[in-house]
């Protein structure tokens, strides 16, 4: 059954054009209107099933939705919202799918008015790394996580309808503030990120016939790595200070664990490596 | 059409079985003698498809084997070929699936005389984060790659022998010096480990529940660090001297990310992650 009449989504990327399939698919409004900066894009669109009206005019494109999911990349949402937010009446529900959520929150506070609508930012734990509508899927939210971060105001029942919103697309749903929101990713998401790239940019000047000799080990280690470097400049950029903070905490562990192996204290190296199994097990396989 | 009568092998773990369950599925011996420590696992060999004959006293075991490979943890190969070596004939062929060389190579060597059949170091890149008998498969090798380390005076068609044993497997094969060996090895897979590990041993002291909002991301990152933690620090421990090279080599360009990210220098950053990008996707993604 819908749970909303309208709902326009604002960027046709990966997860924009992945959200409205699973809306579709989940029958979770009447309408899907797509708002886009490319004609050609929206023209694609135009041509799908999860795609009600598509255009450049975002007035047009917010005109009688419901809710707005801001699905642009992360360095454009804060402008969008300064536009949007003004624009949106009382009942309209506002969110995005950023993976930074202070900065993104603080400016959507700031645009807004006491006639706007209610801005929730969402971060749904969802993505690949590939980027693009042509790697689109209805499943891609199904069984991950999205963290909520409202803001200390908001009514529970605005909350509550946009839990719901995600739960019908098989997310589980946390809620957490925007602050706690951008430390936790940092530590779980953006760090692993950049040990990731700056081994992959380490080995990138190795010889290339010391290749052969790696296993799946290093291809899963190393993975993370080959995401959309504009895109995760960006998330960097956005959660800069959180990312140099557990930087320095996790080189701290590091150091711990170098110093273990320089003086040949194997008793601690152990200790170390076997808390980081225990660990390791205890986190699951994933899907 | 078998290459050796009577292949020898010592300690029927994870690696030592596979290699068991894959000879005889590829029929490349007559025979498949297997020494263990444990009474009870030899048990249990015996009452495999793989196994002739099983036993403690190593005596037995090598008399009639023209193959010996030694399966046991990489702490004590160099103890066993210590014991061994004097005792194998001219024409035998010994070799192990250690993942360090140089001290093994040098070991072998030393406990050579001039009766003692020929030893060559051999590292296939197989294995798994699980270990024990139970979790092997006679699939383990199949198109992985294995390094070979000869010695510099040694035969060449006794290289070229164990070569074709390898192939036989589905493996490929590389031939390095036991030094290139191991600094290849400290940087494609010892080094891997000890980041997925430090990573987990950071992560494994903040909240728990901060890992629901991690991703598949996070677990491909640390994967590795779930493997067994006594072998890993044996395999540390014989490469220590490399390892904290490669260490030290890498945090160069760590510091240089961190830098990036600190002063906010985001077109070296982007560039940074775009050079780690671009090889990553030249890695492959493997099996």
């Not at 692993?192 to 052969?212: E, F, I, N």
């Not at 003086?263 to 986190?283: I, P, T, V, Y």
Request: with cysteine.
């Amino acid at each position: 059954m819908p749970i909303f009449e309208q709902v326009a989504i604002l960027g046709p990327g990966l997860l924009g054009a992945s959200l409205a399939m699973a809306v579709r698919e989940r029958q979770i409004c009447e309408r899907i209107f797509i708002w886009g900066r490319k004609e050609q894009r929206l023209e694609n669109c135009r041509a799908m099933e999860w795609c009600d009206f598509a255009d450049r005019d975002l007035e047009k494109v917010l005109a009688g939705s419901d809710l707005i999911v801001c699905c642009t990349p992360v360095e454009s949402i804060q402008e969008m919202l300064r536009e949007m937010m003004p624009k949106t009446g009382k009942d309209i529900l506002v969110t995005d799918v950023g993976s930074v959520k202070e900065s993104i929150c603080t400016e959507a506070k700031q645009a807004s008015n006491e006639e706007s609508g209610t801005f929730i930012g969402s971060h749904p734990m969802a993505g690949s790394e590939k980027s693009g509508m042509e790697f689109a899927s209805g499943d891609l939210f199904a069984e991950r996580t999205c963290i909520l971060t409202p803001m200390e105001d908001c009514p529970p029942d605005r909350t509550a309808k946009l839990v719901e919103f995600w739960e019908l697309l098989g997310m589980q749903t946390l809620i957490e503030s925007p602050q706690t929101h951008d430390k936790i990713v940092a530590n779980v998401s953006h760090l692993p990120h950049l040990l990731a790239s700056s081994l992959a940019r380490y080995l990138s000047q190795c010889s290339k016939g010391w290749m052969a000799a790696s296993g799946q080990g290093l291809r899963d280690t190393t993975r993370v790595a080959e995401g959309d470097s504009g895109l995760w400049l960006e998330i960097m950029k956005a959660n800069q200070s959180k990312l140099n903070e557990s930087l320095d905490q996790w080189m701290k562990s590091l150091e711990e664990a170098k110093e273990f192996l320089r003086q040949g204290d194997w008793e601690n190296l152990e200790k170390f490596l076997s808390e980081a199994a225990d660990w390791r097990e205890s986190l699951g396989s994933g899907k």
